[in-house]
């Protein structure tokens, strides 16, 4: 594609290729090298995450039963689980996925499909891909006053409804961008091909990009929501609970989350608590698993079905 | 291709159906809320607010394990619901002067510019002093050589102008040995490093920046534990459950004796200048509103529960203070004794 005229090519260059060294096993060398240092790469981050896995399994699996799931938070160590927390996170990440899914989704297939290309949109693009960039804590500053304050008759203040809100914007540009990386690796013969045959943009969209393009956006989805679930600075801002004793009643109840109570139990003294914060963070890793592997099982069916 | 239609369907489908129970949820949530602000009592307006909590609490992390420990057995007790956020002295303060909660916890009196801002929201609080904690100050194991030091020499490794210019034992006292000082200590946001800089120092919040800063005071812990030549602080529970791996470093008192922190030198004063009280703030609107709310602070300083502060680590109030903080409470008195200052040097039983 980008050499013009092939038969040009290599010949208004004979005295390059004369001089041209062929030196094999130099060649072969160097990409051995090269391999095993992508190799050394990806060991020491299998190493690190290992080391931390195991320092954290060894801590809480002892700790792990139906109790510690069962309980709610207590001052004794050995009585203290995370029921309260474990439901708050599971609430706040299905309204964090219920509104960021839609609207990121939504907002990407318009900036990539049917937005033209002006300065309007321009502006737009430089402003999500910076905020990617911001620090959550000041999405915490926003969700304050604008969830908590502003819109409390709505969201009935520090609410799972503003923490979800919160945490949902803390997402979306991740969500937009990867939904617009998507679509723009869907060929764009495609959708020439159904403009060809008469068919409209939406009916393109909806036909032939889309269904293509699902699988990418689910991974973007994926690493987005993972980054959600574990995100306390923007929660305490707004003014999640750390000591709450009931379950979630509505999206307007007060409500704590895993992180923030295992970021309580590390700071605590006793050594105990420390076990149960090991334990919550294996809690919260099942959760997470679960929930990306769930993704990773639509994101396949999608992939079966396109091809 | 039609398949893909039916599979697009599907998750539209799906969409419209997770976006339906949303609303329906939110729907359902105002419904309860109007039934609960129907009855005429007060306290209803409270639990509107956050869909049916009785005593909304917030603030200090420092005395969060004693709101943890009153809450889970008044709720025990009672059937009330009780909610604990942890947003720090600060910004507990700022909800609460913006009447968002009932009770406020901090590990400091209450600051001059929060005094306005709650007089702003016409905000009225009764201090209680629930608890006393001990800033205690440690050393490594191998450490031999100090074993009482003053106030002012604290104040020559923390004050601002010791920032690169103590680096060494020795500098302290002519018979210390020549050993690397390595620092330790909370964040400058801990109400413990604004109590122990005024204390020492005599300037609160003003310290040198090179020392090691933690939030989490279990690293403070482990940095001392490492070095031969450390020194930090932090509250007295983190010093009791590390007993045996650090030492701990006796301060002289105003007295001139030496004394290390326990729950007896804490409470009666004689641990000074580095025992302080912690407390917490009730809006005086709660207390008149809802019975819940001064039932829960009653119950915080009934002497009945003083075994609940002893148990997260921290020393309760002397009986002779504990009456005088209790008819305070009964007689809603309004306003702090420490008039916007910091609490070193104050004597409660003077004061209340």
């Not at chain 1, 949109?121 to 430089?126: F, S």
């Not at chain 1, 910076?130 to 609410?159: C, D, H, K, W």
């Not at chain 2, 050993?179 to 300037?203: K, N």
Request: charged letters at 20%.
């Amino acid at each position: 594609m980008t050499i013009d005229n092939p038969q040009n090519f290599g010949s208004d260059r004979p005295s390059e290729a004369s001089n041209f060294n062929i030196n094999l096993a130099g060649r072969y060398k160097l990409d051995r090298i090269f391999e095993s240092l992508t190799w050394i790469a990806v060991a020491i981050a299998l190493l690190v995450l290992a080391t931390l896995i195991i320092d954290v399994l060894a801590d809480g699996l002892p700790r792990l039963s139906w109790d510690f799931l069962n309980n709610f938070p207590s001052r004794k160590p050995e009585q203290a689980g995370l029921k309260s927390a474990l439901f708050g996170t599971i609430w706040v990440m299905s309204v964090v996925a219920a509104v960021s899914f839609p609207l990121g989704v939504g907002a990407g297939i318009f900036l990539e499909e049917f937005a033209g290309d002006n300065w309007l949109t321009r502006i737009i693009e430089i402003n999500i891909n910076n905020l990617a960039g911001v620090p959550s804590i000041i999405y915490g500053l926003l969700g304050l006053q604008v969830f908590v304050r502003y819109m409390e008759p709505l969201t009935g203040g520090r609410s799972i409804l503003s923490g979800g809100f919160t945490l949902a914007l803390l997402i979306l540009p991740i969500i937009i961008v990867s939904t617009r990386e998507a679509l723009r690796a869907v060929p764009d013969s495609l959708r020439l091909a159904g403009f060809a045959l008469g068919a409209n943009r939406w009916q393109v969209v909806r036909e032939h990009v889309f269904p293509l393009a699902i699988p990418g956006i689910l991974t973007g989805t994926i690493l987005a929501l993972s980054r959600a679930i574990g995100d306390t600075a923007p929660l305490i801002t707004i003014g999640a609970l750390t000591f709450i004793s009931f379950l979630p009643e509505g999206l307007q109840s007060p409500f704590t989350v895993l992180p923030i109570q295992v970021f309580n139990w590390v700071s605590r003294p006793q050594r105990e608590f420390h076990d149960n914060a090991a334990a919550g963070i294996i809690v919260l890793m099942v959760v997470l698993l679960l929930m990306n592997a769930t993704a990773v099982f639509l994101r396949n069916r999608f992939q079966k079905k396109a091809s | 291709m039609i398949f893909n239609m039916k599979v697009k369907r599907l998750t539209l489908c799906g969409l419209a159906g997770v976006l339906a129970t949303l609303t329906l949820a939110a729907c359902s949530g105002g419904g309860g809320e109007t039934s609960t602000s129907e009855t005429t009592d007060a306290s209803s307006e409270a639990a509107s607010r956050s869909g049916g909590v009785d005593v909304q609490i917030d603030g200090s992390s420092t005395v969060f394990p004693i709101s943890e420990a009153m809450a889970e057995e008044y709720q025990n007790d009672s059937g009330k619901r009780v909610t604990v956020g942890v947003s720090g002295s600060g910004g507990g303060f700022k909800k609460f002067c913006a009447g968002e909660t009932d009770i406020s916890n901090a590990s400091r009196p209450i600051k001059e510019s929060e005094v306005e801002l709650c007089a702003e929201n016409g905000i009225e609080y009764v201090e209680i002093p629930v608890a006393f904690d001990g800033v205690s100050v440690v050393v490594n194991q191998a450490n031999d050589w100090a074993t009482c030091l003053k106030p002012e020499e604290l104040a020559m490794m923390w004050e601002p102008t010791a920032e690169g210019q103590i680096t060494n034992w020795s500098q302290i006292r002519a018979e210390f040995p020549d050993v690397e000082l390595g620092l330790y200590g909370p964040g400058t946001d801990s109400g413990t490093y604004d109590y122990f800089t005024d204390a020492t120092t005599g300037e609160e919040g003003e310290s040198r920046g090179d020392y090691t800063a933690s939030e989490d005071d279990n690293v403070i812990v482990q940095g001392v534990q490492a070095e031969d030549g450390a020194l930090g602080f932090f509250g007295y529970a983190y010093y009791e459950e590390n007993k045996d791996t650090l030492k701990v470093v006796e301060i002289e008192n105003s007295a001139g004796e030496c004394v290390a922190p326990s729950s007896e030198v804490i409470s009666d004063g004689s641990y000074n200048p580095l025992s302080r009280p912690i407390f917490f703030y009730v809006s005086k609107s709660a207390l008149e509103s809802n019975p819940a709310v001064k039932e829960f602070a009653e119950y915080q300083i009934d002497s009945a529960n003083e075994e609940l502060i002893t148990e997260v680590g921290y020393v309760p109030l002397p009986d002779d203070i504990l009456t005088k903080v209790q008819e305070r409470l009964d007689t809603a008195k309004t306003g702090s004794i420490f008039e916007g200052g910091s609490s070193v040097g104050v004597k409660l039983s003077d004061k209340l």
